[in-house]
């Protein structure tokens, strides 16, 4: 089963956040600082082969293409994961605008993995996307083959809402989950944590 399309006409996507802040974490945007740590953690054909968009090999080049893209903000809001009172950087997060509507999107670099990071900025972003928009449903999607990224999505309260086929520019065609967040699903689960 393919998910299909949410009726989006009328919501807007624009965030204008330029830094989160959570427990350990520093979501900034990305700069040109970034760029040694940002080749060394995303030319990983591990994670490469996760994503839609990131290429493999990775290198400078495509390092600063992410970065123009960031900055034009044509695609969303990109973050770079930096750890808080180091600044190391340890990946990317965003909010990504789809033929689905927004979408969440987040990579952590393999030597920072099972540490919760992804599931600390994810979390950051989703009520971000809430807050900071009149988006009533909020999408993600996962290869099928990665566990890893299912927790983050369940951790935040998605729910599954079928399958689909993603072109991964490393990977090819590959089968997806596809989840989804409503704004009232959002509204409960933060009221229910604040008790």
Same mark, same amino acid.
């Given at each position: 089963?393919?998910?299909?399309?949410?009726?989006?006409?009328?919501? /807007?996507?624009?965030?204008?956040?330029?830094?989160?802040?959570?427990?350990?974490?520093?979501?900034?945007?990305?700069?040109? /600082?970034?760029?040694?740590?940002?080749?060394?953690?995303?030319?990983?054909?591990?994670?490469?082969?996760?994503?839609?968009?990131?290429?493999?090999?990775?290198?400078? &080049?495509?390092?600063?293409?992410?970065?123009?893209? =960031?900055? %034009? $903000?044509?695609?969303?809001?990109?973050?770079?994961?930096?750890?808080?009172?180091?600044?190391?950087?340890?990946?990317?997060?965003?909010?990504?605008?789809?033929? #689905?509507?927004?979408?969440?999107?987040?990579?952590?670099?393999?030597?920072?993995?099972? $540490?919760?990071?992804?599931?600390?900025? &994810?979390? &950051?972003?989703?009520?971000? &996307?809430?807050?900071?928009? =009149?988006?009533?449903?909020?999408? =993600? %999607?996962? $290869?099928?083959?990665?566990? =890893? %990224?299912?927790?983050?999505?369940?951790?935040?309260?998605?729910?599954?809402?079928?399958?689909?086929? @993603?072109? /991964?520019?490393?990977?090819?065609?590959?089968?997806?989950? #596809?989840?989804?967040?409503?704004? $009232?699903?959002?509204? /409960? @689960?933060?009221?229910?944590?604040?008790?």
């Amino acid at each position: 089963m393919v998910a299909e399309a949410e009726d989006t006409d009328g919501e /807007s996507y624009a965030i204008d956040c330029p830094v989160l802040v959570t427990e350990r974490l520093v979501l900034r945007e990305p700069r040109e /600082s970034d760029i040694e740590q940002l080749v060394v953690l995303a030319d990983n054909r591990h994670v490469a082969e996760m994503l839609a968009r990131m290429p493999h090999p990775y290198g400078e &080049a495509e390092a600063r293409a992410f970065l123009a893209m =960031a900055a %034009s $903000r044509r695609a969303g809001i990109a973050y770079a994961l930096t750890l808080a009172g180091t600044e190391t950087f340890v990946g990317c997060a965003g909010l990504n605008t789809t033929d #689905r509507g927004l979408e969440l999107g987040y990579w952590i670099g393999e030597p920072y993995w099972k $540490r919760g990071y992804a599931t600390e900025a &994810a979390h &950051a972003l989703v009520d971000l &996307a809430f807050q900071k928009t =009149a988006i009533q449903v909020l999408h =993600a %999607s996962t $290869r099928v083959i990665n566990p =890893a %990224s299912r927790r983050v999505i369940h951790k935040c309260g998605f729910q599954y809402a079928g399958q689909g086929m @993603l072109n /991964s520019i490393v990977a090819g065609q590959v089968p997806v989950e #596809r989840y989804r967040l409503d704004r $009232r699903t959002w509204t /409960s @689960l933060r009221n229910w944590v604040h008790f």
